[in-house]
């Protein structure tokens, strides 16, 4: 197999400064040999993930930073946020294996033990995780969400904030697991990468760390030769992909007047 190349769709525009902070996810795991990792922030979109509103634009962001990966000569693409915004819709228009990390993290926990729990900065990322985990049927299997009620950033991450974000975040998956009867604990973004190994080394569960894996998957599906199910995501029957196009350039244009 030659050199494979996958990209990683940032639900966020951001400097390149905070772009490599998002790329030191793939410090974390250790991938084989000719795969390799391009990080696009996308062109315009919410300024967080916190309602339904937001919701949409996200999706519409990241099918548009993702809608050609095939045509640039992709062979894989991942999506760097919990939610899986745009997962269906670019599964629909493109051939190659679309990997996010939101139900593949819960998932994997269930191959790693009984129960998780899903550990969050704040409360109003709630709405992301449980419309995926009634969709799978999971709601016995999650045996909780908590919030460390702290107000994350999508740009910096964790950056500075360790010394205040890391006690607190132990402190919570500690009653995840003492109190809600976890047994696999889910990092509930991948902002919250810089926090993985700190956890890790001082819980006696499994840390899932959302991005790293679904790097592994992608590169697993290629090993496999395997990719998602036309039968699940059909093709668009008239693809618009110009209006998308067309749509997101108006938005960056607006950004940028900003």
Known sequence: MGSRKVLVVVPFPMSEENRLQRAAQLDAVEMGPGIEFHFRPVRAGPASYTSDHDSILADLSILDAGKRAQEEGYDAVCIDTMSDSGLAALRSVLDIPVIGPGRASM?????????????????????????????????WR????????????????????EDEVFPLLLEAARRCIDEDGADVILLGSTTMHQAHAYLRDRLPVPVINPGPLSYKLAEAALALRLGHSRKAHARPAVPRLDMVDAMMAAAAAQRARE
């Open 107 to 139: 998932l994997t926990a269930l191959m790693l033990g009984e129960r998780f729990s899903i550990l969050i900065m704040w409360d109003r990322w709630r709405h992301l995780y449980k419309k995926p985990i009634l969709e799978l049927g999971l709601t």
């Open 142 to 161: 999650c045996a909780s969400i908590r919030s460390i009620g702290v107000e994350p950033s999508n740009q910096s991450l964790l950056a500075g904030k």
